[in-house]
């Protein structure tokens, strides 16, 4: 298992994000896709977190990321949402009714990875107790 080591911390943290556009309306194309993958890409090398796999269709896109302890979700979502919303207009592609930003303000996470629920709890509760 590969984890993170920085300085003063070892981790393997990662979530699934999910993207709608705004009216999930159906705007994305292939083209567009691949202008969102890069920018999130770019925003990654940029911020140290990895996109590990990008997919999405017309209405909407996933990402499976691993990132440091000291990034927090909704920074890592509000400049993948931010720039890729940016560079997809700046490439010249149609977004919902004409609106300035293309994704939703709202966005959907969970944390992916590691042992079930139920491998944790055993595990800690089979913990010795010290004398």
């Not at 080591?5 to 393997?12: A, L, P, Q, T």
């Not at 691949?34 to 017309?58: D, H, I, S, T, W």
């Not at 959907?108 to 010290?130: M, R, T, W």
């Amino acid at each position: 298992m590969d984890y993170r080591r920085e300085n003063h911390s070892v981790s393997d943290l990662k979530a699934h994000l999910i993207f709608v556009t705004k009216y999930r309306q159906k705007v994305l194309t292939a083209a567009g896709l691949a202008v969102v993958e890069a920018a999130c890409r770019a925003v990654a090398v940029k911020m140290n977190f990895q996109v590990l796999e990008f997919n999405g269709e017309a209405d909407h896109v996933h990402m499976l990321v691993e990132y440091p302890p000291k990034l927090s979700i909704s920074q890592m979502v509000n400049a993948l949402k931010g720039v890729s919303s940016r560079r997809y207009g700046q490439a010249g592609l149609p977004k919902p009714y004409g609106k300035k930003s293309l994704w939703t303000p709202a966005h959907f996470s969970a944390s992916v990875g590691g042992a079930p629920l139920e491998v944790l709890k055993q595990y800690i509760q089979g913990q010795e107790k010290p004398p």
